[in-house]
Structure formats: C-alpha cells, structure tokens
C-alpha cells in the first residue's frame, strides 16, 4: 500500500519551503498541487520544494511541478527544488526536467 502523501508548508522571512513526504502519485498530485497554489498564494520571494522524504514520484506528480514552474514564471517568484533522491531524480533525468527546473542538492542552498 502506498504510503500517504503529507505536506508542510513554511514560510520563513518571506522564503516558503514545502516538504512533502511519502509519495507523489495519481492520488497524491490533487493535494500536492492544492500546497504548492497556497505556497504561490502567499507572494513570497521564493518557493522551495524540498523532495528529500519523497520516495516515488509519478508522472501526475511531475506534472504538477511543471504547473508549479508555470506559476512561478507568471508570478517572477523563483522555484527551487532541493534534496532530489536517486529514484526522483532519475524520473526527472527521464522527462529531460532536471535542465528545466532549478535544481539543488540541499534546503541550504536552496535558500541561496
């Protein structure tokens, strides 16, 4: 049984940090998608998506972070996305995303 997808939503001097954990898939992406408006919602500086504690994302789940870099291009609010697991970012590696999207390797530097 896949494991629920849950999302904590931080705002941090203007910074919004999403963490979901569990996975991204066809049921999830709804929720996750419904987080990531809220992020955008609140006009910050940036939106950072940390995957670190997301174990399988599907193609819905992409979908939705490509919606998200849609957003944040309308809105100029950067998207930054850290802490890519192998499985993860060998997804993103597969649709060609990791040269579309603002990749780093931890919360850290995303917070550059």
Do not use: W
């Not at 998608?33 to 670190?52: E, G, M, Q, W, Y």
């Not at 504690?53 to 819905?60: A, E, K, R």
């Not at 390797?105 to 995303?110: E, K, Q, Y």
């Amino acid at each position: 049984m896949a494991e629920m997808l849950n999302v904590t939503l931080t705002d941090d001097n203007g910074v919004v940090v999403l963490t979901p954990k569990g996975e991204v898939g066809f049921q999830e992406a709804p929720s996750f998608k419904t987080h990531i408006r809220t992020a955008f919602d609140k006009k910050p500086k940036r939106v950072i998506v940390d995957l670190s504690s997301v174990s399988y994302m599907s193609t819905p789940g992409l979908a939705t972070l490509v919606e998200a870099l849609q957003i944040s291009k309308r809105s100029s609010t950067p998207l930054v996305l850290c802490g890519l697991t192998e499985r993860v970012r060998a997804i993103f590696e597969i649709a060609r995303l990791q040269t579309v999207f603002s990749i780093v390797g931890d919360l850290t530097a995303a917070r550059g």
